[in-house]
């Protein structure tokens, strides 16, 4: 029992146990059933989901998309394609290929399906047409794929409407044609540099504007560089190296050579570019044939400037000389002349006007002047005659032309002539030549012809004007010529006219004047009484008589300027008598009185002149006495005696009377300076000072103590001192200062208020503070009789003016009004050694046998008794004649004259300036001393020039005569 139990147990535990196995597998299975369905589910979800994304890419994609299945039909097609066809989705997908694309019939898809399902065909891109649901057609791009998906097998195409891009690619290419034509109709070329190689591609145009057969260039750059002009190839390198520094395009305008000859003119422009490491690696432009623009220019520039001239050309003449000066420069041509007919209308002359480029033309323009060309005669008479340009490419061969031998001789070769017209008649004709021989240049005969159509109109317009204005001119012409002032007036005194003296005299234009009443514009007063005068147009009116006041007028100018007049007023009357207005006549007499003044003034200053000169030539010869004598008293004395210092002290006070005399003679004469070299700081200091003695203006000195020396005349140069000092004087009444400077100045030369040469100067200034002149005077303040001041001649400045002027000097004058003047004196500075003042001069004894002639008998007793104590034997005459004859009659005897000392003047005889020619006759090596008391005589100045050896001026001390002796008879210089 328990044995069938314990069976029963194993058995029940079996069977749970099998089942629990059986569930256990099962629930595995159910587990793996339900991951399996989950997986399902998510896999269809993704499945889903991506096909979600794939309808919603679809549907949003740009391009329009086709699944076209095996018989052309669509399965399935997207929104844009809806879009771009013009269909619903419905109607698209009821439709076939050939529908929308005419391209591809029947036919061809079948071909190409089965292209496919062989695997020849991949992917497919290729270009073709569809057409919308309204029937137009527009390009597209198509990227198709054959595909499997399970047993489905189909098309996808995706397809871009490429309609913009198809109107941009034709836009381009009608754009390059068009830049291709244009390109070719205006001479352009292009060109490409590679600057790592040097080679060069250039487009056919460019090969054609270079005059060279295509395909000849052989696209290296130095090829390109030999086709530049020679004159132009530096500006171009050195243009393209500073684009390329620069970075920059550059421009530039040159002549290229072209291989027949001919020189054209290029515009070029180019673009460089860089690599990434900034060097330059290529450079691309264009380039362009402005030859014909550059000829137009310079023919427009050449005709403006020539009309320009023409315009302003004052006759005929002229006008043409320009007209064949331009031409001639501007083309080559050497030979340019005018030919103007004659009264006569049948022949023509050959005016003066002439232009030509070498000097062996001579011959052919001295033979064309003397000619008379008949109409047809020669290139000018062809051209007078047709009135056309008449063109001779060899002159040789030219028929009717008498010049053509003298031409040929010359050597020209071709010539032409055009007639100038105005009004239908020939004004001139112009003819040029050449010495090469020339084709016809139509262009040059067109550009000529121009020319001279224009020159004729402006010569037929000037004409016109002439006429036009010849009655006016004519009326106009007596108020013009008259040298008086003339106003006329109306009955009311008013101004209707005024010529060009009276408006000078007033200092109002007649176009201010007219309408203005007559006392606004002629304003006068009595020149006596100063009072204003009475109007000469109101008396006029009032009385219908002549009015001429008794007294001379002032007239006052609007600046203020008066001036005296004489003048006089006379009705106008109509051919009735009728008074209808007033007309006034008036003179400026100012400068006839003031002629009449400085006549009187003249003849009084030639009289106290003569005065001067013959009171100083006679003092001199008292002052030559006294201080003779006393130059023998003081040799007697010895420096010992008692007396010697009042003998010497005589003697320099003769010495000072002497420079009084010197004084008078350069009032007199002024002549030319007797000049020696020295120092100027004491003659400065002792001049102005003795000038200012008893005056209220002091002298204040700058002086530099390193001046250089100068060759001057004192007497003169303290004249002019002394003139500087009165005009301060004058300047300043109520007193002052007045400085004086002098230091050393270099002129280079080149100053322009300066007309001095470069050199060495030593500059004197004399500065007032007195009133000061005004800027209109300063360029009359030098000139003769011209004086702002009520009392003086006007000749102090004039006089030193003229001084430092024959010293090679320059005077100028500075000045401000209220704040005084500084004249300036610039004296050339010496290179000569300053002789030292001897301390102790003596008398130098010698021999010999010496003539004196003078009409003095003081003179010649003095002079006797010096020359006998310095040791010579002595003669005497009292005039020319007298020592001619004994001069010829010692040389006779065998006991000749070592010297003669000669007075250069003698009233009324044979002076030295005549006698000394005579001894010259006799003796060509006569030595002779010129002595006179006119010391400032030309001769005093200058005796070499006259035959005389030495000079002594009178009155002189017996060291001077003994040293004048001594080098004379010595020969020394």
Not at 64 to 83: P, W
Not at 342 to 353: A, I, R
Request: aromatic share 8%; glycine share 8%; with cysteine.
């Amino acid at each position: 029992m328990e044995y069938y139990q314990t069976q029963r147990r194993g058995a029940l535990k079996r069977t749970m146990n099998e089942s629990e196995q059986q569930i256990r597998e099962r629930t595995d299975e159910l587990v793996r059933i339900n991951r399996a369905l989950q997986e399902e589910n998510a896999e269809r979800e993704r499945a889903e989901e991506a096909l979600k994304r794939f309808q919603f890419s679809m549907e949003h994609a740009p391009d329009a998309v086709f699944f076209m299945t095996r018989n052309a039909g669509f399965s399935y097609v997207n929104e844009q394609a809806c879009r771009s066809l013009g269909y619903t989705r419905e109607e698209l997908l009821s439709l076939k290929l050939w529908d929308i694309d005419p391209i591809y019939p029947k036919e061809r898809w079948e071909r190409i399906w089965a292209q496919h399902q062989e695997e020849q065909v991949g992917s497919v891109h290729l270009e073709t047409l569809h057409r919308r649901k309204d029937g137009t057609v527009f390009p597209v791009e198509v990227s198709a794929e054959h595909l499997w998906l399970r047993n489905d097998e189909f098309h996808v195409a995706f397809v871009r409407d490429i309609s913009q891009r198809k109107h941009g690619e034709e836009a381009v290419k009608e754009a390059e044609m068009r830049l291709r034509l244009a390109l070719q109709a205006g001479r352009i070329g292009t060109w490409d540099w590679n600057m790592r190689t040097g080679q060069i591609v250039w487009s056919r145009g460019h090969e054609e504007l270079w005059g060279m057969s295509p395909g000849t260039f052989k696209g290296t750059f130095e090829e390109f560089e030999m086709r530049i002009h020679p004159e132009d190839r530096e500006g171009l390198n050195r243009l393209l190296a500073e684009a390329v520094a620069e970075r920059r395009t550059y421009h530039h305008q040159f002549r290229i050579i072209r291989p027949d000859g001919s020189i054209h003119w290029i515009a070029g422009q180019g673009e460089p570019f860089f690599d990434d490491t900034g060097h330059p690696v290529r450079m691309i432009g264009v380039v362009r044939d402005i030859t014909e623009q550059r000829r137009a220019e310079e023919e427009v520039s050449l005709l403006q400037t020539i009309l320009l001239a023409v315009g302003e050309s004052p006759n005929l003449s002229t006008a043409l000389c320009v007209v064949m000066e331009k031409i001639c420069e501007a083309t080559g041509w050497e030979i340019g002349q005018a030919w103007i007919p004659q009264p006569d209308g049948k022949t023509l002359v050959c005016s003066p006007v002439w232009y030509r480029r070498g000097p062996h033309f001579e011959k052919l323009r001295w033979m064309s002047r003397e000619m008379i060309l008949p109409a047809g005669e020669g290139l000018p008479g062809s051209a007078f005659a047709s009135r056309q340009p008449v063109w001779v490419r060899d002159l040789s061969q030219a028929k009717n032309c008498s010049r053509a031998p003298v031409a040929a001789e010359v050597g020209l070769k071709s010539g032409f002539a055009v007639p100038v017209l105005a009004d239908n008649q020939v004004m001139a004709v112009l003819e040029w030549y050449i010495s090469e021989s020339r084709e016809e240049d139509e262009r040059l005969i067109r550009l000529v012809s121009t020319l001279a159509s224009q020159l004729g109109v402006a010569i037929g317009r000037k004409r016109s004007e002439e006429a036009l204005s010849a009655e006016k001119e004519r009326l106009a012409v007596t108020l013009r010529s008259i040298g008086d002032g003339v106003i006329a007036t109306d009955t009311e005194g008013k101004i209707v006219l005024m010529n060009r003296v009276a408006e000078g005299l007033t200092g109002t234009v007649q176009e201010e004047a007219v309408g203005r009443p007559l006392g606004q514009v002629f304003s006068t007063i009595d020149e006596k009484s100063r009072e204003p005068l009475e109007n000469p147009v109101s008396r006029v009116l009032e009385t219908g008589a002549r009015v001429s006041p008794a007294n001379q007028t002032i007239l006052i100018s609007r600046d203020g300027t008066e001036r005296i007049i004489a003048d006089s007023a006379a009705p106008i009357r109509d051919k009735q008598g009728e008074i209808i207005g007033v007309v006034l006549v008036f003179r400026n007499i100012t400068d006839e009185k003031k002629k009449e003044e400085d006549l009187l003034r003249m003849s009084k200053l030639e009289a106290i002149g003569l005065l001067a000169g013959g009171i100083a030539h006679d003092f001199n010869n008292i002052l030559t006495a006294i201080l003779g004598n006393l130059s023998l008293i003081k040799a007697e004395m010895g420096a010992a005696h008692p007396l010697f210092q009042q003998v010497k002290e005589a003697e320099n006070a003769s010495l000072r009377a002497r420079d009084l005399s010197q004084q008078l003679l350069t009032f007199s004469k002024g002549g030319a300076p007797i000049k020696k070299t020295l120092f100027v700081q004491q003659l400065l200091k002792q001049s102005i000072e003795f000038a200012l003695r008893g005056s209220n203006v002091h002298a204040a000195f700058f002086i530099s103590d390193e001046l250089w020396p100068v060759d001057v005349d004192e007497g003169q140069i303290s004249q002019v001192l002394h003139n500087l000092v009165i005009n301060a004087q004058q300047a300043m009444p109520e007193g002052g200062a007045l400085h004086v400077r002098a230091e050393n100045y270099i002129a280079s030369g080149i100053e322009k208020r300066l007309p001095i040469p470069s050199g060495q100067y030593i500059l004197i200034s004399v500065r007032d503070f007195g009133i000061g002149i005004k800027k209109e005077h300063f360029d009359k303040i030098f000139d003769p009789y011209f004086t702002t001041k009520q009392k003086g001649s006007g000749f102090g400045l004039s006089t030193s003016y003229s001084i430092i002027k024959k010293h090679e000097g320059h005077m100028t004058v500075d000045s401000e009004l209220g704040k005084g003047s500084t004249f300036s004196i610039y004296l050339p500075a010496s290179s000569k050694e300053v002789e030292p003042p001897a301390a102790v001069e003596t008398p130098l004894r010698g021999k010999g046998k010496i003539l004196v002639m003078d009409d003095a008998k003081a003179v010649r007793e003095v002079a006797g008794k010096m020359l006998h104590f310095l040791g010579y034997e002595v003669g005497f005459s009292e005039d020319g004649n007298e020592a001619i004859a004994r001069y010829r009659e010692a040389r006779e005897s065998g006991r000749p004259f070592d010297l003669v000392i000669m007075d250069l003047t003698i009233p009324g005889e044979l002076g030295g300036r005549e006698a000394i020619q005579k001894l010259i006759e006799i003796d060509p090596d006569v030595k002779a001393l010129v002595s006179s008391g006119y010391s400032d005589d030309p001769i005093m100045a200058d005796y070499t020039k006259y035959g005389f050896k030495g000079m002594l001026a009178k009155p002189y001390k017996m060291e001077e005569l003994s040293k004048v002796l001594r080098k004379v008879i010595a020969g020394k210089k």
